[in-house]
């Protein structure tokens, strides 16, 4: 996250046209009024301040950012023009708020900030429910829920600590890494924790025997992301060179394969399903990429030349909402994206270099070409397919 710590000026609102436009016209003649607009996606939710970090409710539309002046907001979303709003804010944090996560109840808020400090809140009024201060020695960069008791933190000089919440105490305190913990995964069973780092290296660590397991071997560049796919059965790590790094569960020790997807950076990785995953960069670009084989499906959104904190889904799966340094919160449409196919084999390039769009504002909100790229694309989804190179090392499960 290297979001400038400056505060920026509020803004007006987002005036972004609408993507479908339902509007009834009145009859002229001091008919009914005409009914509300509705959107394929809600409006940009535009911040005072860039946001390092956001998440959605687990069962209601409702958002939650953490942005650089250590603030936190609480927002409803609406495909219905104009129905966004404001909940709460909150600016408990001294310092730069990194990142926020909901309980699986969607009941609480927990926060952690480059102060130092864990903080719980109450997610419906936003109240400080408990703060953790000096949670870590260093500031703190990431953060976990492992169940509805224990939450993993991490921080920036490689320190990982899991919390008992009940107690308010560290059940485990490990430095292993010699760089920041940018990501934190757990497998299903919670039992072993999963971190990425600065250090180039994924750190493996037994939650209920409470000890390290073991680092991997190190990769060329940051570590900036770890997620589970393939049922947990494969580990993929996001990295500043822009190559996703892949191991087999209980093969930790050495990647099985890496595939490069040709961004400047995989800065956060977000599954969607078994198989395939959005990825934010740094370039400002979200990419849907499935895994095995090893394919960027196409581009699903931008925020045009502004790097991508974070990305998060709805609790329905239907929209995709992501973070930017444009002080934006923008909501993608990724509901077709679950019924994606992914051949084996590749299609011909694209003549423009253009990755394919996967929703109505993928090239941007204003494309006054984008029928004209929808049509294009169709066409050469028509024509003759012949099998390419396979980027990765090696494209079997």
Known sequence: MAASTEHVEAASPATDPPETDKQEDGDGDGGEPPGPVIRDTPQDIRLEAIANTVAL????????????????????????????RELWSSGHHMKSCRQVRFSADGLKLFSVSRDKAVHVLDAERGQLVTRIRGAHEAPIYSLLLVDENILATGDDAGTVKVWDMRKGTAIMDLKQHDD??????????????????GDGTMGVFNIKRRRFELLSECQSGDLTSVALMKRGRKVVC??????IYIFNWNGFGATSDRFAIKAESVECILPVTDSIMCTASMDGCIRAVNLLPNRVIGCIGQHVGEPIEELAKSWDTRFLASSAHDQLIKFWDISSLPNTTVNEYRKRKKKDGRMKSLTKKAHGDNDFFSGLVEETEKKEEEEEEEEEEDDSDSGSD
């Open 57 to 84: 409710h687990p069962s209601r539309d409702v958002l939650v950012c953490g942005d650089v002046d250590g603030d936190v907001y609480a927002y409803a979303y609406s495909c219905t023009e104009g129905e966004n």
């Open 238 to 243: 996001g990295s500043s060179e822009g190559t």
């Open 180 to 197: 920041y913990i940018s990501g934190i995964a757990v497998d299903q069973s919670k039992r072993i924790l999963l971190t990425s780092s």
